[in-house]
């Protein structure tokens, strides 16, 4: 099982990105998809989540401004991002909690965390 997070880059404030996460792999079943960022000199805080019942969760600061969306068919977190800001810079992580695949003759289930995109917002 693979995490491929795209949609990163460098935007002005009051701009928009759509961070997109695909898991890829013989995968039957996810339970929370999701993202959290790290700033440079900061701890890993949680941006957004959303379960396999698309009930969501967001953090503090971006409540109003990002929105998650999931697509179970395709395995597929989505992250809108608009009204950005300089301290929304950070690498953001997509996040796969319980994913249950086929890995060779058997069947696991753990969590998986992507490699991360940098997000830039210039002030």
């Known amino acids: 099982v693979q995490l491929q997070a795209s949609g990163g880059g460098l935007v002005q404030a009051g701009g928009s990105l759509r961070l997109s996460c695909a898991a890829s792999?013989?995968?039957?079943?996810?339970?929370?998809m999701g993202w959290y960022r790290q700033a440079p000199g900061k701890q890993r805080e949680l941006v957004a989540v959303v379960t396999s019942g698309d009930s969501t969760n967001y953090g503090d600061s971006v409540k109003g401004r990002f929105t998650i969306s999931r697509a179970n068919a395709k395995n597929t977190v989505y992250l809108q991002m608009n009204s950005l800001n300089p301290e929304d810079t950070a690498v953001y992580y997509c996040?796969?909690?319980?994913?249950?695949?086929?890995?060779?003759?058997?069947?696991?289930?753990?969590?998986?965390r992507g490699q991360g995109t940098l997000v830039t917002v210039s002030s």
């Open positions: 792999g013989n995968i039957f079943s996810i339970n929370t």
């Open positions: 996040n796969a909690d319980r994913v249950c695949a086929i890995v060779g003759l058997t069947t696991t289930c753990r969590d998986y």
